[in-house]
């Protein structure tokens, strides 16, 4: 028995909890990689306004900021699950599986805190906004919380994925990387 | 402290914990450490301030023309009309290789990118026609980097975005050095082949080649558009890359290379590297914020100030640390972690951050293609499954050597990098 089929048998609610945490980090990324598409839309808009009709726009460029800020969040938690996030190993790859196992248990920990550090500051930082009702220092008064709630989604989202991974190291002794699998497929 | 911020991000590195992760979390614990809890109320500012700069939007536009390009096809109708058009010569397969490398670096402005789209194509066909095994990977490992020296490049557009340094110098700049590594690797594949004696391919007939130019027209168009539009000063380098996008989603929506629904996993590819890359950004700006708290660069000018350092020898030591630097982390990493310690004492010094730039790009070159983290590398081996990391890295060797020859001769004559950029402004 493979081992995904074995922890959907052993374990039907965390495969179901795990299936939808995909789901929801995929939906994100498949969001933010639209609106990648739509800052390419932007910019062309721009040139064109310039040259045709002699009047730059005041929102591409600040647009295609915040555009290009939420659509990176939105997708680093998909990055992690997919593996994109570059890293060095060299070494990790050397040690035993057992000793891997509490170092990657260790390494999650620590992002995990990490990402719930900022999701948490995140959202204090975009309550105060909203209450202040501060906008953004560009040509574009918009409330400033607009772009920047785009930081605690992201990392709320990057802190789940590290929940999913912990979960799956620790319960299951699942390496990260089968998971990276069920993404890609 | 500032020792201890270094060995824990170095340690942090070694245990395969992500770049930008590793930066990230040092970078915010030695926030919390020098400011208490004042940390928690500023540290969304610094990360909103991070991601906050026109000159960034580039990055992802350029990733995502680059792979519509793959993902269409067009980038390989490239191959096949330049292939057309040299294939015949002595060591035909191999020009069209370096020439292809070099088209298509002035289109995309990735170093990995480019050798994946080269490594499919030009690999296969090369070992078929009994090319010397080395010699190819070595051929398609290092023809990928010149990605970031001819322009458009995205490890310039961060040198820009880092420094506020004019990207479309820092474009210019690129455009001499890589026509002159482009003309070596094209001697050096010539000699090789005419003492290996390799088969020549048949010629191509004019029909042939005429069918071939004129499948490859939507991609021929690029170069000019990208970077003449950028010369002549009709849009910024992230505008032109936004023009790019468009016109390369056109090109493969009308010539049906590319359906709307087999967009979605070009694009979510294209969101994987670009969120790579900004969150490194992420993680190496917080560090960097503490790197400035603890005053790092001012004290290291100060105490190169003390030794009377010349520009010479500090260019000569920092292309050391980058080829350390550059055997364990890839491109972004180095720049974003290095530039920030390294800019201040190059102002304070003397010396042009536009040669400096260029200078610093081969570097990075070679960190593309030195053992064990060399991208470029793993990309051969994607290509060919029994190929061995050493074999790979063995090839490049001598082209590492041509690599190194034009290293020396844009320090000796900084007119190679900088008369251009001159004449154009």
Redesign the interface.
Known sequence: MSKSVYIKAANPLWHRLDNGLLQLVTWA??L???M??M??????Y??VCR?VFQSPTLWV?DC??YF??W??LL??A??MR?R?????????NKISPKKRRV??IC?HT??LA?AL??T???V???VRAYQMKELTMSALYIPLYY??SS?PVGFGLMALEELGTLFNLILFNNSDIRRKEKAHS | MTALIFILVSLLLVVGMPVAFSLGVVGLSGLFALEGSGAFFGVTMIIYESLHSFTLTAIPLFILMANILIHSRISEDLYRFIHSLVGHWPGGLGIATVLFCAGFSAISGSSVATAATVGMLAVPEMLQMGYDRRFTFGLVAAGGTLGILIPPSLSMILYGALTDVSVGDLFIAGIIPGLILTGFFLVYTVIHARKRGYVRTRPAGWSERAGAFRRSAWGLVLPPLVLGGIYLGWFTPTEAAGVGVVYSLAAALVSRRLSILKLMPVLLSSLRTTAMVLVIIVGAVLFGHVVTILHVPQRLITFLGELDVAPWQFIILVCIIFIFLGDFLEVVSITIITLPIIFPILLAIGIDPVWFAVIMTINMEFALITPPVGLNLFVIKGVVEDASLMEVFQGTLPFMLLMLAVLVLVIIFPQLSLWLPFMVR
């Open positions: 990324a498949r933010g990689g639209l990648l598409l800052v390419g839309l932007f910019v062309l721009e040139v040259y460029m295609s900021i290009v800020m659509a990176v997708g680093s998909y990055t997919t994109g996030h570059v890293l060095v190993d060299v070494v990790i170092v990657q390494l620590v992002i990490f550090t900022i948490a500051a995140g204090h930082s975009c772009p920047m930081i």
